[in-house]
């Protein structure tokens, strides 16, 4: 879901930006290293991929502990459009609802 294809950083008059805005070089980093494709074919959580995948559920928590953020901050980060843009995304993945406990949740296999 998240994609960084067409990311550059420049300098103009009228700026979007954020303070976090090497998010989306983190995340090209995260493609061109494989790690993306290591976390989805290793980490097995969810039956149907529509239209998330492990990974993006992984780095949208990575992400929001990288920009100081607490589990309630991803609420902001999905309606921030500087945010999505630098990901290359529309939206990411919701956080588990306060009400979740860990017993609620699904169990994590690693294929080995």
């Known amino acids: 879901m998240f994609q960084t294809a067409n990311l550059r950083v420049e300098l103009a ?3 979007r930006a ?5 998010i989306g070089l983190v995340q090209r980093l995260a493609e061109q ?3 993306v494709d290591a976390i989805n074919s290793r980490l097995h959580l969810l039956k149907i991929h529509r239209p998330y995948h492990e990974s993006d559920h992984v780095f949208n928590l990575a992400y929001n502990a990288m920009c100081d953020g607490r589990l309630e901050d991803i609420e902001l980060r999905r309606n921030d459009e500087v945010f ?3 990901l290359g995304t529309e939206r990411i993945p919701v ?3 306060p009400e979740t406990s860990a017993d609620d949740l699904p169990r994590a296999t690693f294929a080995t």
């Open 13 to 15: 008059d009228k700026v």
């Open 18 to 22: 954020i303070g976090t805005g090497g």
């Open 33 to 35: 290293t494989g790690l």
């Open 84 to 86: 999505l843009d630098t």
């Open 95 to 97: 956080r588990p609802r």
